[in-house]
């Protein structure tokens, strides 16, 4: 019978040899990557540059066709270069215009301002009112409101008053003065007491009567 040694270590040899992990080559690497390179080749894209033209929507033209694209309302030519779009030379819009589509390649005013605002209240064109008594208004065709203020001459006494829907304060006992303290009209004598007649000067209204003592003085004396 022969030695058992050798055989015991052929055994053992064996055994470590099926147990040990696989470790992986640089090859399965390569081979992974390329795998994966190959699966992405097949994912391909159709290119149109130079051969039609797309919208934003997706639509395809051809090249020499015209077509209206989602971002412009101007009609464009399909070319290999890409869509050449018409820009005309829109027409200014009104600065009056409070209504402006853009249906078209231009826009479009379809409303302007036909009225005057002022203080809160619209007017038509030409249109004249008083928003005071003392102004007189009309809109003009510039939708501008332009106004005139009643310019009051002075009145002729000292105590007048404003009625209502009138701009300019009027004398309603006619014109007067001060004679001291006391309100005479103009254009008469008034004996004011016993002993003082007073008169308001002619055209000055504002300038204290001019009075006469007679009885109690023995000259005329005016104050």
Known sequence: MGPLFPT????L????????????????????????????????FDDYRGKVCVDDSGF??????????????????????????????????????TKVEHNGCCPECKEVKN???YRGKTYKILEEFKPSPCEWCRCEPNNEVHCVVSDCA?????????????????CKNGPNCFAGTTIIPAGIEVKVDDCTICRCHNGDWW???QCLRRECLNSQTLS
């Open 8 to 11: 015991t270590c052929i055994v």
């Open 13 to 44: 040899l064996v055994l470590h040899t099926t147990l040990s992990p696989a470790s992986p080559s640089p090859e399965d690497y390569a081979a992974d990557e390329a795998e994966r390179t190959a699966n992405s080749d097949n994912i391909i």
């Open 60 to 97: 395809v033209y051809k090249l020499g066709e015209r077509f209206f694209p989602g971002h412009s309302n101007c009609p464009c030519v399909c070319t290999e270069d890409g869509p050449v779009c018409d820009q005309p030379e829109c027409p200014k819009i009104h600065p009056k215009c």
């Open 115 to 117: 009225f005057c605002e």
């Open 154 to 170: 002075v009145p002729e006494c000292v105590n007048p008053v404003y009625e209502p829907e009138q701009c300019c304060p009027i």
């Open 207 to 209: 300038k204290p009567a």
